[in-house]
């Protein structure tokens, strides 16, 4: 497949090439050497103690980049690329540029991809060559949907493949042709090539007829065609954190006389607190320290895994440490988005995702797409969407950064007033009050305001028993009369990725109960018969009731478990007596009717059951409010502990009256 972009090379700031194409529109007039000697100067009176000995060689520093990577040429061959003239245009132009962020929410990734395009990007010659640069390599690795819920561990993490097909629409439409989608991945050739097949990228793009590219210097990607992955030498570096930063050849092109766009994925973070403009550019970060240097991104961020040891160990200087290299990292992505600003960024949030965007997936509830040309601001807004800005728990956990570094960091370097960003757009309401922080870090720290908000009650609806649900596994429309609640927490109020979702009905019958569970395995002994009661089945998968008839003695309930497959254990508890006492009565039956249902290959199940004791019956009245325990068993190792109210206990412990939530029993 070829991964080179069809195009000529065109070079103003990429020394020793002539112009040999249709001429484009070009910057405006570009600071003088004054204007780029006094930002060197602010970069290196912030920079740290490691970053001047970095610079004390005054000399370009690419002479020294990385040696040839076997069978392919030199990573740099007599080209490079006039540094300081790209910081100082990229300055004066996003210092200059006010003008507003767009915000819009839509029913798709394409139709938003699209839309967004048409807001935002500036209009160019339907000669001008475009670089789009998604978030394709931001993932968790692949997995195996079978095995893992359906999750193939690319899917939510990355900019999604049909925002990128409606940005190529709207593109298209203005009668561009020359288009290149293309991103950076520090895995091997044989890894890219699973990436773009696992994603969808590859159909993508041979359906809409652009071009694929790899920037790797890898031997493959980087000599095919115009070589567009191979790297450039960077002068005018010396006094930034990032001397022996290279640039890919595509992107310099691009900067110098296409169209460069970036289409991150809008998300929570682990370490950066949410990936954007900025942090989407470690994408295509290069450096010439060793070969291949497409290898090299982890020399941004090199600091935090010794940060992340003493984490481990429990050390007392671990989180000091964490905050500085997060400090460092953010300087150094300032560097490199200095030189590789692009023109306009248009980030794909259908859906925004919340967590730390590798394992802990929250989706935001809308879809939206955001746009601009000034990066630092679509940041600010976007931080702002994903409720990590001006945040107090920010602050308390990360050593008074109440937002990002990287976004601060920026918008001190680019002089960028970050007070009041103007929004436009239909879903510029959605920032009228302050929205929810969801970030996982990496530290071991959450700030989760939907968790420290969570809800601890659950509503009932009342039916005829004529119209209850008929419990065999297959939901029924009556359902959506029951108030949804969804939790995926575990009894430490930790997101895990098993979703499950309970709704409740009554009547004069009994409780009924629905569970839709995400992420199952099937840890089940089928072997055993589901006609008589399962001891000891809370050591396989199964949902657990707990519910007091009484809610002047939460201590003394009932507790129901129910498996993918039909298995059930029913048992009194009574805790009410002197501490430590328990009274157990395994006899006690809740008069179950049961029917399940299961996706093997999407790892979801649907439980169904109806509780018909009589001492529960008596005690579902209209506007009683019952103790109510809402849990769930998962997996081997490890093992899973859910809870939709956690009681964040020192060990897993569903037996906590304390913890449980409310049963509203709705009239």
């Not at 490079?80 to 798709?108: I, Y």
């Not at 003695?553 to 009932?558: A, D, E, H, I, L």
Request: one cysteine or more; hydrophobic letters at 45%.
């Amino acid at each position: 497949m070829l991964r080179s972009a069809a195009f000529a090379v065109v070079s103003v700031w990429i020394a020793a090439c002539g112009r040999s194409s249709e001429p484009t529109p070009r910057p405006s007039a570009r600071p003088g050497d004054a204007a780029v000697a006094a930002a060197d100067a602010r970069a290196a009176d912030a920079a740290p103690a490691d970053a001047a000995v970095a610079s004390v060689p005054a000399v370009d520093t690419t002479t020294g980049a990385s040696p040839a990577w076997q069978p392919g040429p030199p990573v740099v061959v007599g080209d490079t690329v006039d540094g300081a003239a790209l910081r100082a245009a990229n300055r004066a132009r996003v210092k200059a540029d006010r003008s507003p962020v767009t915000l819009l929410r839509g029913t798709s990734a394409r139709e938003l991809g699209q839309r967004i395009c048409e807001a935002v990007v500036p209009r160019r010659p339907p000669a001008t060559p475009v670089l789009l640069k998604p978030n394709l390599g931001g993932f968790d690795w692949f997995k195996n949907p079978k095995t893992n819920g359906g999750d193939n561990g690319v899917a939510g993490r990355i900019t999604d493949p049909e925002f990128v097909r409606g940005v190529i629409h709207c593109l298209k439409a203005r009668g561009h042709t020359a288009i290149t989608v293309a991103d950076g991945f520090g895995g091997k050739p044989t890894d890219w090539d699973r990436l773009v097949d696992v994603s969808g990228y590859r159909t993508m793009c041979a359906d809409e007829g652009v071009t694929l590219v790899a920037l790797d210097d890898d031997g493959v990607y980087d000599v095919e065609g115009t070589q567009p992955g191979k790297p450039l030498g960077l002068t005018g570096m010396e006094r930034t954190r990032i001397p022996t930063l290279l640039i890919p050849k595509i992107v310099a092109e691009h900067l110098d006389h296409g169209l460069f766009l970036s289409l991150p994925k809008l998300k929570a973070h682990r370490f950066a607190v949410f990936s954007i403009a900025v942090k989407s550019l470690q994408g295509v970060a290069m450096y010439s320290d060793a070969a291949p240097a497409y290898r090299q991104k982890w020399r941004t961020h090199k600091e935090v895994g010794a940060a992340l040891e003493l984490i481990k160990k429990g050390d007392p200087r671990a989180r000091a440490t964490y905050v500085a290299a997060l400090e460092k990292f953010a300087q150094r992505m300032v560097d490199l988005f200095e030189v590789e600003t692009p023109h306009a960024i248009l980030v794909d949030g259908a859906p925004a995702i919340g967590g730390d965007g590798f394992q802990v997936l929250l989706p935001s509830a809308e879809l939206v797409a955001l746009g601009g040309t000034n990066p630092v601001l679509v940041d600010r807004v976007g931080a702002e969407f994903l409720g990590l800005w001006d945040h107090d728990g920010l602050a308390a956990e990360l050593g008074g950064h109440r937002t990002s570094p990287l976004l601060t960091e920026a918008a001190a370097r680019f002089e960028v007033d970050l007070t009041a960003p103007k929004v436009v757009g239909d879903g510029a309401d959605l920032l009228a009050r302050r929205r929810p922080g969801r970030l996982y870090a990496m530290a071991g720290f959450v700030v989760d305001d939907v968790a420290a908000a969570e809800v601890r009650e659950v509503h009932a609806a009342r039916v005829d028993d004529a119209d209850a649900p008929i419990m065999d596994g297959a939901i029924e429309p009556i359902w959506d009369r029951a108030p949804a609640l969804a939790f995926a927490t575990n009894w430490k109020g930790d997101v895990t990725p098993h979703r499950s979702t309970v709704r409740l009905l009554w009547s004069a019958r009994g409780l009924h109960v629905l569970w839709q569970v995400e992420g199952t395995k099937g840890n089940t002994d089928q072997s055993r018969p589901i006609d008589v009661e399962r001891d000891g089945l809370y050591q396989e998968d199964c949902v657990e009731l707990f519910i007091a008839p009484d809610p002047a003695v939460p201590r003394r309930y009932f507790e129901i478990e129910v498996g993918p497959f039909g298995h059930w254990f029913d048992i009194a508890v009574d805790r009410s007596g002197r501490p430590g006492a328990v009274k157990q009565d395994t006899a006690w039956s809740g008069a179950l009717t049961i029917g399940t249902a299961r996706d093997a290959a999407a790892g979801t199940a649907t439980i169904e059951f109806t509780i018909a004791a009589p001492e529960l019956v008596a005690a579902l009245r209209p506007g009683a409010r019952l103790p109510l325990g809402l849990d769930r068993m998962e997996g081997k190792a490890p093992r899973q502990y859910l809870m939709a109210f956690p009681a964040r206990t020192a060990k897993p412990n569903f037996h906590a009256p304390t913890g449980f939530g409310v049963l509203v029993v709705d009239p």
